[in-house]
C-alpha cells in the first residue's frame, strides 16, 4: 500500500489547559495511564502501517513527543517527528511539511483520534475510486460532537454544540456537500452543477468528520501552495475540494488548478437519476457529467472525485479535543469499549496492577484501574475511575468518575468526584473536589472545598 500516514499530533492545546502543561503535550495526555497517541499508532501498527511522519506544534513539544516515542517504539515503528509553528493549523502544518511528502497517497490522521476503525478500509476505498480526497465519517456521539474547547467546569453549560451538514449523492460514497459550525446557522448552498449532475443528494446531520482523510498528495499540494490562507483540512481545503469537484482543471499528472469561483456549466443538461443508478456499479456520476451531454468522450470535462468512507454505528470514534472528551474517552476505555485499551481485565472487570496495594475494606469497583505501584489506604473507595502510577492515597477517600494522574498524594477523608488531577498534585486532608481540573503539581490546602473549578499553578514565562 503505497501511502504516507501523516499523525498530526497538535502541541500544547489551549482548550486542554490545565490538562497540559509545559512537560505533557496533548499527544502524551493519558487514556487509561497510556499517552493518547499511542493508540493512534498502535491501531495504525496493527493495520501493518508502520511508518508515520508525526507532526508536532512548537519545537519543545515536538522533543517532549520524539523521545517518548524512541523510547516506546524502539525496533517498533519508523516514525519520524517533524516540528512546525504553533497555531499553523491543520493544513499550515501540512504545508511546513510539503518536502517530506513523497508517496502517491497521503493517509492524514489527528493524533487524538480514539479508533476501532481499520485506516486501510478508507485507503481501500480512496484506491477504489482513484478519488482526490476520501474522508471518514462516523456517527455523532448521542451528547453531540464536541469540536472545540473545554466543556468541563464552569463551561458546561454555555459552550454551543458543532454540528456538521453533510451532503451525500444516493450511493453514499461521494461527498456534495459539507459544512460545520457557525455555517450551518445559514442558508444551505450547494454548487448547482453538482446537483445537476447527481440528480439528488441525502442530507444528513447525523454524522460528523471524524479527521481522518486519505488525499491524492499532487492535488493536496498543489492546493496548499495555490491557497496559502487555507489553515484547517476541514474547514478549508476539504469544501474547497467538494465545491470544485465537477469544475476542477486536473491535468494528466493529477494536479489540481485554480478554482474558477464564478465559472458556469457548459450545459444545463441534466444526468437523470435512473441513469446514475443504473451505471453506479460502473460510472460515478463524475464519469457520466465529464462525459457531457452527447455522452462523447473526445473531449471530456475535468473532474475529481470527494468520497466517503462512513463508519458502523458499532464502531468507536472520539476524538480527545476538550477537557469532557478527555474525561469521557478515558470512562469508555476502561468501560464499554474496553477493547481499545489493550489491556486484560479482571474478573472483577477493573485493572489492578500487581505491584498496586489496597488497604482494609478498600474498593476497586468494576471500569476501574489503579496503576503500577500505587497505594491506597484503608476504607476506601473508587468507582468508574483511572488512578495513575505511584500514587499515594490515604485512608477514607472517595474517588467517583475521575481521572488521577501519576504521583499524585491524596491526603486522608478526600472526596472527589467528576474530576481531572494531573500529575504530582498533592490534595491535603478532607479536600472535597467535584468537576473540577487541578494542574500538575498544584497543592490544595486541608479541608478546601472546590465545584466546577480549574486549579492551576501559574506557568513561569
Same mark, same amino acid.
Given at each position: ?9 497538535? $502541541? ?7 490538562? =497540559? ?33 508525526? =507532526? ?156 481522518? #482523510? ?25 469544501? #474547497? ?15 489540481? *488548478? ?57 464502531? #468507536? ?19 464499554? *469499549?474496553?477493547?481499545?485499551? $489493550? ?55 472517595? =474517588? ?20 481531572? =488531577? ?17 494542574? *500538575? ?8 472545598? #472546590? ?11
Amino acid at each position: 500500500m503505497d501511502f504516507q500516514v501523516v499523525v498530526l499530533a497538535g $502541541g500544547f492545546s489551549k482548550s486542554l489547559v490545565p490538562l =497540559v502543561s509545559k512537560d505533557v503535550p496533548k499527544a502524551l495526555l493519558p487514556v487509561a495511564n497510556r499517552p493518547v497517541l499511542s493508540y493512534v499508532l498502535e491501531h495504525f501498527e496493527e493495520n501493518n502501517l508502520k511508518d508515520f511522519i508525526v =507532526v508536532v506544534e512548537g519545537e519543545s513539544a515536538a522533543l517532549l513527543v520524539g523521545g517518548w516515542i524512541s523510547n516506546a517504539y524502539v525496533d517498533r515503528l519508523h516514525v519520524e517527528v517533524a516540528a512546525v509553528p504553533e497555531d499553523v493549523g491543520t493544513a499550515g502544518a501540512l504545508r511546513a511539511i510539503d518536502h517530506h511528502l513523497t508517496a502517491k497517497d497521503i493517509l492524514v490522521v489527528s493524533g487524538d483520534l480514539i479508533s476501532d476503525i481499520p485506516p486501510g478500509a478508507v485507503a481501500a476505498a480512496h484506491r477504489r475510486h482513484d478519488a482526490a480526497v476520501t474522508a471518514m465519517l462516523c456517527s455523532t456521539p448521542i451528547s453531540g460532537p464536541s469540536e472545540s474547547g473545554s466543556s468541563g467546569g464552569k463551561d458546561k453549560a454555555k459552550k454551543p454544540a458543532h454540528h456538521n451538514i453533510i451532503g451525500l449523492d444516493p450511493t453514499k460514497q461521494f461527498l456534495l456537500h459539507v459544512a460545520s459550525g457557525a455555517e450551518v446557522e445559514k442558508d444551505i448552498r450547494v454548487q448547482k452543477s453538482i446537483l445537476r449532475a447527481v440528480g439528488q443528494m441525502e442530507i444528513r446531520a447525523d454524522l460528523m468528520d471524524a479527521h481522518m #482523510y486519505a488525499f491524492k498528495r499532487t492535488v493536496l499540494q498543489e492546493v496548499l501552495n495555490e491557497k496559502e490562507n487555507f489553515l484547517s483540512l476541514r474547514r478549508d481545503v476539504l469544501p #474547497y475540494l467538494v465545491r470544485s469537484q465537477l469544475r476542477s482543471e486536473v491535468s494528466q499528472n493529477g494536479v489540481l *488548478a485554480e478554482e474558477n469561483g464564478n465559472s458556469k456549466d457548459v450545459s444545463d443538461s441534466k444526468v437523470m437519476l435512473s441513469q446514475l443508478l443504473t451505471n453506479a456499479s460502473t460510472q460515478s456520476f463524475h464519469e457520466l457529467y465529464a462525459l457531457g451531454p452527447d455522452a462523447s468522450a473526445m473531449s471530456p470535462r475535468k473532474t475529481h472525485k470527494c468520497c466517503v468512507y462512513i463508519a458502523s454505528k458499532s464502531n #468507536y470514534c472520539v476524538r480527545l479535543n476538550s477537557i469532557q472528551a478527555f474525561s469521557d474517552i478515558n470512562r469508555d476505555v476502561i468501560g464499554d *469499549a474496553s477493547h481499545l485499551s $489493550g489491556y486484560s481485565f479482571s474478573p472483577q472487570n477493573n485493572i489492578i496492577h500487581p505491584t498496586a496495594e489496597l488497604g482494609s475494606k478498600t474498593t476497586v469497583g468494576p471500569h476501574c484501574m489503579l496503576g503500577e505501584g500505587s497505594q491506597m489506604g484503608d476504607k476506601c473507595s473508587v468507582k468508574k475511575s483511572v488512578i495513575g502510577r505511584h500514587c499515594r492515597i490515604g485512608s477514607n477517600v472517595k =474517588v467517583v468518575n475521575s481521572v488521577i494522574m501519576d504521583h499524585v498524594t491524596i491526603g486522608d477523608g478526600c472526596s472527589i468526584q467528576g474530576s481531572v =488531577v494531573c500529575s504530582n498534585v498533592q490534595l491535603q486532608e478532607r479536600v472535597v473536589l467535584k468537576d473540577c481540573q487541578v494542574g *500538575a503539581g498544584y497543592v490544595v490546602s486541608a479541608g478546601s472545598e #472546590y465545584k466546577g473549578e480549574s486549579l492551576a499553578k501559574k506557568e513561569k514565562q
